[in-house]
């Protein structure tokens, strides 16, 4: 039974590094709110949970605790220990704990998830072959980058809305996401690569061996692949992931990976400087042909990804160009640089961390931190009406988010990774070991590089997490096991107590597999109730979210949506006179939308759509009006400088004939964003009513002069004034 446990857990393992990258899902019958992100969670959920169970077996099985101490586990627990106390602090807490609805990755269900994979990979280290588990990874990027390069060339262009020609993304759904994901694998290649020069080279005589002949040879990572071929398949392992990071046109990418195989190149030198000759004609013709790919695709790297990650659902948003008389202001200035933009969220962050220095806000709640901390510049960019929730940068990510208690601890993790790879890398005498650790160590500082321009998804949690496990495998320095594996026999038996603990275990699997499908169908019956309110059809989408809320309770965002569709059906109900079923729907979206608050009070998101359903009741019920205005302050003092807030609290201040109050908010608002043109018209119709006409028309002369001199309402509204 135990070599049994033994191969679950191994090809558990090669199933996580295989499939995690592929997953994604496009099927319409049972869709996903999010296609990639949501989905590799969830399989890493359900790999979590089938690891953990069969490891919690073997140790009943063997009445031994099964665990492997290494260098990480200080660190690694006191950045969960800190994941945890921010989380207890966190001004929203569940999404601290479950993360940021459509991301996922990062909430402390996922860091958890991620440590139980390490110290089990560690634990049952001895039954997993690092060969096989490098064979599944490779194949498995060979399977996305093949389809990145297959999209550049328009296999799925008619599926998206983003131009997927343009900027490849495979099954990873961002360009730059793919990019770090490609980077990790091209060192991987190249370390192989460099496995199998030796058997291309014949040595002199017997008395001089090939550099990789030297040390102590190992079975577990001999080259992988053993026919006459393998230099070819390698290489064609590294064109095709270079191609395809290419066509991801991602800056942070490409200087990832160039750094990282500096790095790589730098040190393989030095350790094995007696085999310079021999290195040199590689290293080069190597890199002259991926450079050479660089000047054949020609795609400049650095003028490409004008805009950053926003989560908007793939929302797309044009500027135009405002040709502007010389010497007067330049309101907007067209698509605004994703560096610009950059600068401008981590000022946000920073200050994010000087108001929550020790704790953060929580794991993953950056979306609504920032709201409060938004620079007004932001609204100078063409994304100013966009959603960020992440700070595009790891560590500020980290640091607002976790304060610095989150931050020494990551970084503590990720400085003993690396001064423990670079130790064993000059200690250990087996040369194909020592220079896959090199590649390990390579691609974990490109880890870093792509994180502080963008940030970590799935697939690179799992890179951070394990890439010290896959160390702890390749040393044999390492400490010894308390028991050993190679001493395992099916000869043990489990006595009768052991088969009731272990058939307690298999329940609690199971009972947790139940609920990790819960999760994720109550996400699909949420995605098809998106797509019904998309086209209008009301009364399906809200049965398809009372449903979601029937599986799944404690989700705000299905309360949000109820919500928002249960005020539509109220608006259709009330204009068809049917006063009974449009005053249950209403009570239903007010007690909904409270329900989502309740559980996530400082969502202004949530208090946005309340705003709005309260706002499109007072229609019926004026006294709704005041309640409206309420819930817009309550938004306004989460996102002081989001104009659009600002905007629509003049408009309920309007609604209750407070025009002075209505202009006042206004002119705030256009103090935030100058170029916000329906601003300037709705000041013009209150100065209008406030007899100000000198005003009204300068208001809209702004409009025509400023912003667009071919607005045809602000013409009408401009020669009804004169």
Known sequence: MLLLLNKLIEYAFYALFFFTPVIFNPNRDFPSSELFEWNKMIFVYVITTFVVGIWICKMILRRKIVFHRTPFDLPLLLFLLSQILSTLFSIDRHVSIFGYYSRFHGGLLSTISYTLL???????????????????MLASGLIVASFGVAQHFGIDVHIWVQDVRARVFSTLGQPNWLAAYIVFLLLIAIAHLIFELPSSYKPASKQTPSFLNRGTATDDVEPIFLNSGKIV???????????????????????????????????????????FRLLFPVFLILNLLLLFLNFLIRTPIPQYNKFLTVDIFYKQKVVEEMKIPAGETIISVGITDSANIRQIVWKGAVEIIQAYPLFGTGPETFAYAYY????????????????????????????????????????????????????????????????????????????????????????????????????????????????????LTESISPSTPQLVVISMVVFAVIITFISIFRLWYSDSLYAKSLAATRQSSYVQSYELIKKAIEVRSDEPNFYDEKANIASNLADAFFQEKDATHAADLA???????????????????????????????????????????????????LAP??????????????????????????????????????????????????????????????????????????????????
């Open 118 to 136: 390490f110290f089990a990979f560690t634990a049952n280290k001895k039954t997993i072959n690092i060969r096989r588990l490098i064979i599944f």
């Open 587 to 637: 009570q239903d979206a007010i007690s909904s939308s409270t329900i989502a608050l309740k559980i996530s009070p400082q969502n202004v998101i949530y208090w946005k759509t309340r705003t709005r359903l309260l706002f499109m009741l007072s229609s019926y019920a004026p006294e709704f009006t005041e309640e409206a205005l309420r819930s817009i302050l309550v938004a306004a003092q």
């Open 372 to 487: 409060r901390f938004r620079p007004v510049e932001h609204n100078q960019t063409s994304e100013w009406d966009f959603l960020y929730n992440r700070a595009h940068n790891e560590l500020l990510n980290i640091t607002a988010t976790s304060g610095l208690t989150g931050l020494v601890t990551y970084l503590f993790f990720t400085v003993v990774v690396m001064i423990y790879g670079i130790k064993r890398i000059f200690t250990i005498t087996d040369n194909q070991k020592n220079i896959l650790i090199l590649a390990l160590i390579a691609v974990f500082v490109s880890i870093q590089i792509t994180n502080f321009f963008g940030f970590s998804v799935v697939i690179i949690g799992i890179f951070f997490f394990m890439t010290p496990a896959l160390l702890i495998k390749l040393d044999p320095l390492s400490e010894t096991e308390f028991y050993d594996e190679t001493k």
């Open 233 to 275: 398949i390698y290489l064609l392992l590294i064109f095709i992931f270079y191609i395809c990071l290419l066509y991801t046109k991602s800056r942070s990418g490409f200087l990832g990976f160039w750094i990282s195989a500096g790095v790589f190149w730098s040190v393989l030198f030095w350790i094995k400087r007696r085999d």
């Open 641 to 722: 400088t989001d104009p659009r807030i600002s905007y629509n609290v003049a408009v309920l201040y309007g609604r209750l004939n407070k025009n002075r109050d209505a202009i006042n908010e206004l002119q705030k608002t256009i103090e935030l964003k100058p170029d916000y043109r329906d601003a300037y018209l709705a000041l013009s119709i209150y100065y209008e009513d406030e007899k100000q006409p000198d005003k009204a028309r300068t208001a809209l002369e702004f409009v025509l002069k400023h912003i667009n001199p071919d607005d045809k309402e602000a013409k009408e509204k401009l020669e009804k004034l004169k």
